[in-house]
């Protein structure tokens, strides 16, 4: 009798749960890599700075501030660097009291190098009270690809979420000191997993485990700024968006008697990104010198599990519990002149993955950021800024099981032990021009 292959489903489970929280070295799969500008002082004047067309995405409150019609292009260089040292990885065998070592590399560098992150902004003033603006970019994000032969190839081969994101929003100054504005997000999603598949008998090949889908939602972010020279104040939140992901499961490769598991078939799982909340102030708005801090909150345990659908099989219900979070910036910036302004920062960001759910997918730690940048205005119209930015990531362990064929005589146990370590470099460059 051929076994049920129940876990088939749990993989797909899993797979979607692990690469929606793989690093983008920022929170989970949040990509902050937005602005330059913000980059040089390491995220820390997100909702109160307001000086430059980017401030769509972190605040649309703060396009008050920005005269005329402004436009702001952004590309943020990942140079991303991770290691995963295997440190006792099995398997069991149906049928053998001991498991067994897995074989393989160490998956070689999982990032491709570097990942850019590029974004697009543009506001313009319609009166002295009301402002519109536009911002596309990728707010989530990851791709992870190891080579085949990884030792860690049951837990993950390939990550790849990718998300585009256009937000139109509008701004009102209801004061001479308080503004408030609002957007909405129109988002699209693909992701694209695999990982292997142990078979039966150790010495056959692996099967293959690959998953699509992608969907288009909606969702909205609102803020606001209060001025009181030389202080602001800014708030903003950014709802989560609940997308619904279709797209096909196909499992591959099986042989002997789990060969009748072998199968295509569409599948469907829904998925949210976190709300985010935002509280920015700014001291010094009315002097060459500006100190910033920023706090955030990501609502990651709306992220409690991953239901999966895949047609003609039993939905899978995949637990993840993720925890809140939280990060903390503070960052300064000087006016050399009338044209140069350099700045730099720091930052805390706390990981969401608790240690039980920690995989490959995940080789994910706390952050903390360490930031230099400055900007330059070229002429009257046109300025441009450049920031770089070292990551250090918490090395973390990571000692995890899943079960493949589970319920069946032919269940098999795969435990990845390793030793996950890694950092991130970040240039950014921005070009801004003002008509």
Known sequence: ????????????????????????????????????????????GNAAAADSPATIFFNPA??????GIQVEANAQALFVTARQSDTGTTRSVPGLPVTLPVTGSDGGSPFAQPLVVPS????????????????????????????????????????DLFTLNAQPSVAYKISDNFSIGAGVDIQYIDVKLANAVPNLNPADPDGELRITG????????????????????????????????EGEFDLSGLTGLLAGNNVTTPAAAPLSTPDIATVSVLFGTDTPWRVYGTWRWYNW???????????????????????????????????????????????????????????????????????????????????????????????????????FFEGTPAAVDARIRSSSSGNADVLAFSLGARF
């Open 120 to 159: 697009l902004y543009a506001s313009a003033q319609v009166t002295d009270r009301l402002w519109v603006g536009l911002g596309v970019n990728s707010p989530f994000g990851v791709v992870v690809d190891y080579d085949e032969d990884f030792f860690g190839r049951y837990d993950s081969v390939t990550s």
């Open 301 to 403: 345990s709306n992220f409690d599990e991953i239901r999966v659908e895949p047609e003609g099989l039993e939905p899978q219900v995949n637990e993840q519990f993720y925890r809140d979070t939280y990060s903390m910036a503070l960052g300064a910036e000087y006016d050399v002149n009338e044209l140069l302004t350099l700045r730099a920062g720091t930052m805390f960001d706390a990981s969401p993955i608790t240690d039980e759910f920690r995989s490959t997918r995940v080789p994910d730690g706390d952050r903390t950021w360490l930031s230099v940048g400055a900007s330059y205005d070229i002429n009257d119209r046109f300025s441009a800024s450049l920031a770089y930015a070292h990551v250090f990531v918490k090395s973390e362990p990571i000692d995890r099981t899943d079960t």
């Open 62 to 67: 703060g396009m008050t501030e920005l005269e």
């Open 214 to 245: 992608d969907d288009i939602s909606v969702g909205w972010n609102a803020g606001f700024t209060a001025t009181f020279d030389p202080v602001r104040i800014g708030a903003h939140y950014r709802s989560a968006i609940d997308h619904d992901l």
């Open 1 to 44: 009798m051929t076994p049920q292959f129940k876990t088939a489903s749990s993989a797909l489970a899993i797979g979607l749960g692990m690469v929606l929280a793989s690093p983008a070295y920022a929170g989970g799969f949040y990509i902050q890599e937005q602005s330059a500008k913000e980059a040089g002082r390491a995220y820390s």
